[in-house]
C-alpha cells in the first residue's frame, strides 16, 4: 500500500501564492496518475488538477486553469501542486491521490490512495 504525505499548506492572502508537496512511498510511483483534490468544510471533495504517468499530459478543474500548475518528480517520488493567484474560494484541504487507472481521471473513485490532506488557508 503506497502511502501519501502532503505538505506545504498554510495562511496566505488573496494573490498570494503557495507551493504544495506530496511525497509517496513506493516502487511504482512512476507507472501511477496522481492527482490532487479539495475538500472545503461540508463540500464534496473535488477534483483540481490530475498529471499523467511520465508526466507530460496535465488536466485541471476550471476553476483553477490558468492559476494551478501540477508536476511530478519520478526520481524523486514527488508530486507538486504550484498555486497561484489565490482566492479566498480556493480555501479547503488539500489531498494528493493515487490513481487505480492507467488513463487520467477526474473522478474520486477512480483513486486508491490517499494522503492526510493538508490544509490551505486564504484571507481576503
Known amino acids: 500500500q503506497v502511502q501519501l504525505v502532503e505538505s506545504g499548506g498554510g495562511l496566505v492572502q488573496a494573490g498570494g501564492s503557495l507551493r504544495l508537496s506530496c511525497a509517496a512511498s513506493?516502487?511504482?510511483?512512476?507507472?501511477?496518475?496522481m492527482g490532487w483534490f479539495r475538500q472545503a468544510p461540508g463540500k464534496e471533495r473535488d477534483f483540481v488538477a490530475g498529471?499523467?504517468?511520465?508526466?507530460?499530459?496535465?488536466f485541471y478543474a476550471d476553476s483553477v486553469k490558468g492559476r494551478f500548475t501540477i508536476s511530478r518528480d519520478n526520481a524523486k517520488n514527488m508530486v507538486y501542486l504550484q498555486m497561484n493567484s489565490l482566492k479566498p474560494e480556493d480555501t479547503a484541504a488539500y489531498y494528493c491521490?493515487?490513481?487505480?487507472?492507467?488513463?487520467?481521471?477526474?473522478?474520486?473513485?477512480?483513486?486508491?490512495?490517499w494522503g492526510q490532506g493538508t490544509q490551505v488557508t486564504v484571507s481576503s
Open positions: 498529471i499523467s504517468r511520465s508526466g507530460d499530459s496535465t
Open positions: 491521490a493515487e490513481s487505480r487507472l492507467i488513463n487520467p481521471s477526474r473522478k474520486a473513485a477512480d483513486f486508491s490512495s
Open positions: 513506493g516502487r511504482t510511483f512512476s507507472s501511477k496518475v
